[in-house]
């Protein structure tokens, strides 16, 4: 990979991440856009929990992630602490692998 | 030079608590743990399809976005293009856009400050962020999520640029289910309101329906109309924590 490749990679995801933090979000300041921006995060990050447990690539697959992530979801449920949560679900689906 | 008597430390008011004693700052250290051993995966990958060291380092630290960064090696990997390789990293990095709008209206501060706080915007400190049940803990979890993966994130691509894989697969540790499941425990907060439920609810829908159709990066972008959604039927969420309304 080129240098210039890498650059641009940088650049670009920098341009994203600066036009949240200094562009738009300044001028949405309307009562109706800042309740919309406090709901992109839910909504956004219940979209990656469900793409990292389920898919690969662009196909929907359902292997030993998601019994891992389920038993996770019900330690959360369950008012386990973050540590304990992340620990649950990783024994289980590498618990799973092994066994298979 | 008077010293400070430890009777006139405990009369005065305690402005912060200890910062280990802070869930945020142990949840982002755990956090930013995992996050390095994935990343000695990627310096292993990069340097094995043709990235020199500085490079790969280049990428950890430039670009910091591990779903782009491995996008493009795959990319790479595949015998693709390097415009390819550009264009689906900056596919995947485009949501982080979308945490800037959110996490801009409490990021406060000097410009060089905030161009940091820019950079490392992305999903982990988003969602350590918006976890907090108190709107005035926001900025500082999220500044500790983001540094703590950013300093892991960098020293774990190191670890596996130079020195090889030291690990074996971190996927035969569950580490991949460790994230998601992370992620749902860090932003449980948001869902104990309906229109945060809502919210989550489509977005997560959106994703799933999109996936077969679209390129890596786009089902997450589309789930940004499940915030509208959610906010159309059930309205704006109430003010607490970092899925509130806040003024400037």
Known sequence: ????????????????????MFGLGRYMTSPKAVALAGLLP????????????????????????????????????????FWLVVLIAAAVTATLRAAT | MSRTSLVDLYARPMPNRELWSRSYVRDGVIMGFAVGIFAIGFGVLAVTNGL??????????????????????????????????VGSALLLAARNGLYGVTMSRYITGPLWKRTIAAQITIDESTALGVGQEDPRD???????????????????????AVGGNA??????????????????????????????????????????????????GVPILLAAFGAAIALSVAGAPPVTGGTSVVER
């Not at chain 1, 990292?52 to 292997?63: A, C, I, K, P």
């Open chain 2, 52 to 85: 020199s060291v500085a490079q790969t380092m280049a990428m950890s630290l430039l670009v910091f976005t591990g779903a782009s960064q491995f996008a493009a090696v795959g990319v790479l990997a595949a015998g693709g293009s390097p415009v390819t390789a």
């Open chain 2, 138 to 160: 926001v900025a500082g979890a999220f500044w500790a999520g983001g540094l703590s993966v950013f300093f892991f994130w960098n020293l774990g691509t190191l670890i596996g």
């Open chain 1, 42 to 81: 839910p909504a956004l990050l219940s979209a990656l929990v469900v793409l990292q447990t389920v898919t690969s690539g662009s196909s929907l697959v359902l292997d030993a992630r998601a019994a891992g992530v389920a038993a996770g979801a019900i330690a959360v449920w369950r008012r386990a602490p």
């Open chain 1, 1 to 20: 990979m080129s240098w210039l490749a890498v650059l641009a990679i940088a650049g670009g995801a920098f341009l994203f991440k600066a036009a949240g």
């Open chain 2, 167 to 216: 690990i074996g697969d971190p996927n035969a540790l569950g580490l991949d289910a460790a994230f998601p499941a992370g992620f749902i425990s860090l932003a449980a907060p948001a869902l104990k309101h309906r229109p945060g439920r809502l919210a989550a609810l489509s977005g997560a829908v959106i994703a799933v329906v999109a996936v077969p159709f679209t390129k890596p």
